[in-house]
């Protein structure tokens, strides 16, 4: 098992940047594709990135690609979301996702066993 805690969320003006942080636990870390999925109020939980487990891969929704880029530290345990050129629709709580045997380009948070307990990210116009 491996449990998440993300960070680094909070309130931007459009046109700023944020970067989040997902740190796990335990030592099975390079093991997971981590992910990163966003759900705004009233919407579906939307796929945001996703990294393979060396970090040499990564997939990206339509909507972020461009401005949002994905990495890891396997040494750290962490994954990272680093955001630019935010807009106000990408407001939402932004969540940290793990899983063994996930698709690197599945968008399907069902494929996901492993969650934090999400940070909020707040784009003002």
């Known amino acids: 098992q491996v449990q998440l805690v993300e960070s680094g969320g909070g309130l931007v003006q459009a046109g700023g940047s944020l970067r989040l942080s997902c740190a796990a636990s335990g030592r099975t870390f390079s093991r997971y594709v981590m992910a990163w999925f966003r759900q705004a109020p009233g919407k579906a939980r939307e796929f945001v990135a996703a990294i393979s487990r060396s970090g040499g891969s990564t997939y990206y929704g339509d909507s972020v690609k461009g401005r949002f880029t994905i990495s890891r530290d396997n040494a750290k345990n962490t994954v990272y979301l680093q955001m630019n050129s935010l807009k106000p629709e990408d407001t939402a709580v932004y969540y940290c996702?793990?899983?063994?045997?996930?698709?690197?380009?599945?968008?399907?948070?069902?494929?996901?066993?492993?969650w934090g307990q999400g940070t909020q990210v707040t784009v003002s116009s």
């Open positions: 996702a793990a899983d063994l045997y996930a698709v690197l380009t599945t968008t399907a948070s069902s494929d996901y066993d492993y």
